[in-house]
DNA sequence: CAGTGGACTTGATAAATGTCAAGCGTGAGA
DNA sequence: TCTCACGCTTGACATTTATCAAGTCCACTG
């Protein structure tokens, strides 16, 4: 591993709070790669060897039953994937292949289980980043099983917006067959329903989304906070060591 | 809390490997308490000032949205929830009532995370746990997003039927109008889609589940360990301390 | 013992969603 | 520059799923 990588590495908050001591034993075996673009690199079923930490790029994890697939989640730099099994040392339940070019940090599960025993910190890091999936992936059932596929494109598309600072026009961050499969529905009717949000404040034109009219717009979305995040900030003061009180 | 719950609480495998003094440190704001039936004991977005741990009885799990709600989870003892809620201090994302007079331990949210710093034993069985519910509720969206109603009823029903032992029949753990919400249908259309099944080997009389051609019915659910369990036995050597191996 | 409410079922109908086939547009590579 | 592949769109149609309205059955209760 180069040093430049490193040291990038020590900083994120996964492991900002370990001791010198088990960070290097921890990172001993830990190596820093480039994917291609497309590149499945874990197939569901397998045994997770690596804790995978992206650094750069992006990446998709997907379900498979049958001939039949479907997008779980997209990650994004710096994001985990494949944590719980890891932890469990368990077959993976989702695939993972890059949807770009991609640096990602493997880190053995030998490793980290490891770390987790011997330092504090770090084992806090990780079943908080851990909670966080899970919290996300239950989002993500509610909102399947809460919404049609219009509200969920809707709300979707707001909460993106929100995401990027509040603005009213943004640039997806996806293609939309890989949308239509994260919001559960056919790239047709994805398709056909944002002509339909067209009559509700909504416009998409090729990657350009705009909200033309937020309030009608939020009136189908709901946007809500349980399902649509935030995620108060993890890791805040009551999980914490306790400093400012006394 | 009575000695006996005390005694009963120590085996069990949340708790098992603490060491006595974190065990005691850790049970001194604990309390178990008996619900009646019907009871909503957890709203969703409250605070999670406790990690609640099933001991008898039976909980739902929901969600709601609007006037939606759907059953997200049925917890049986020995069960755990909102764990994720406590452990990152952040507000439930589901709520929980009893579905029948339940005896629940209440163990506060600050004990636990104190625990979790204190006690590496705890600290592993705590992310095993939520490595475990995270897995479920990824099964359930898989379910969701990869199966049709009729399959997901198959393959509840055919599970459900190893579970009690790989038995031809036997009684539904739940109402219908619950494994319905549960599934992400109607009771209605359960009701149609368990008559049109009766051609593909299922027979549901009443709670009364048999199972009259199990290669038929398999034939529409598919059962996937990926997706219906089970997950391998949770803490196996890989992921404890190493005993057999030198 | 009758009454009441709730779970479950059934049928008719509507709405949502998927499938198939075709055509458009654009970007990568020959 | 041409061509091909692929993502996206559109239309017609099929299938799945939900909704609404009765009606049955059963358990509980006054």
Redesign the pocket.
Known sequence: MRPTDLAEIRRLSLFRDMSQQCYEQLTRGVYVQHFPESLTMIRQGEPADFLHILLDGQVELFASWGD?ETTMSVIKPIGTFILAATIRDAPCLMSARTLERSRIMLLPSANLRQAFRDDRGFAHAIVDELAGCYRAVVRHAKGMKL????E?IASYLMRQAQLAGDVRSYQ?P???????SYL????????????GLEEDGLK????RVIITDPIKLMKIAKLDMLMDGPDPSPTTEAASLPKATA
Do not use: P
């Open positions: 039949r919404r049609n596929s219009r969920r997806l996806v293609e939309k067959r890989l949308l239509a559960g529905m056919t790239a047709e009717n994805l398709s056909r329903a944002l002509r998409v034109d090729g990657t």
